[in-house]
């Protein structure tokens, strides 16, 4: 599955994922809104065998097939109240 990811000039650290390129009409506006503007940031085949840093691959390329987008939020950042 072909894959574009766009970065959100709004929101640090936050992707979109779309299974077409500049295919935003998929996303709700709810979602689209708080996100600013879109800019293109990669291209890759999603396949089952493709490692992503942030996301799992099968939740992505589900979200994909469901709904044509993922959105992908800024990781949490660890508590440095507990120990590691």
């Given at each position: 599955?072909?894959?574009?990811?766009?970065?959100?000039?709004?929101?640090?650290?936050?992707?979109?994922?779309?299974?077409?390129?500049?295919?935003?009409e998929?996303?709700?506006?709810?979602?689209?809104?708080?996100?600013?503007?879109?800019?293109?940031?990669?291209e890759?085949?999603?396949?089952?065998?493709?490692?992503?840093?942030?996301?799992?691959?099968?939740?992505?390329?589900?979200?994909?097939?469901?709904?044509?987008?993922h959105?992908?939020?800024?990781?949490?950042?660890?508590?440095?109240?507990?120990?590691?």
């Amino acid at each position: 599955m072909q894959t574009y990811v766009y970065k959100s000039l709004r929101k640090d650290n936050t992707y979109v994922y779309l299974c077409k390129r500049d295919d935003f009409e998929v996303i709700p506006e709810s979602v689209r809104n708080p996100l600013g503007e879109l800019v293109f940031v990669l291209e890759f085949a999603l396949t089952s065998e493709r490692r992503l840093a942030q996301s799992d691959p099968a939740v992505v390329r589900a979200n994909l097939a469901a709904h044509g987008f993922h959105l992908q939020f800024p990781p949490t950042l660890p508590d440095p109240m507990v120990d590691g």
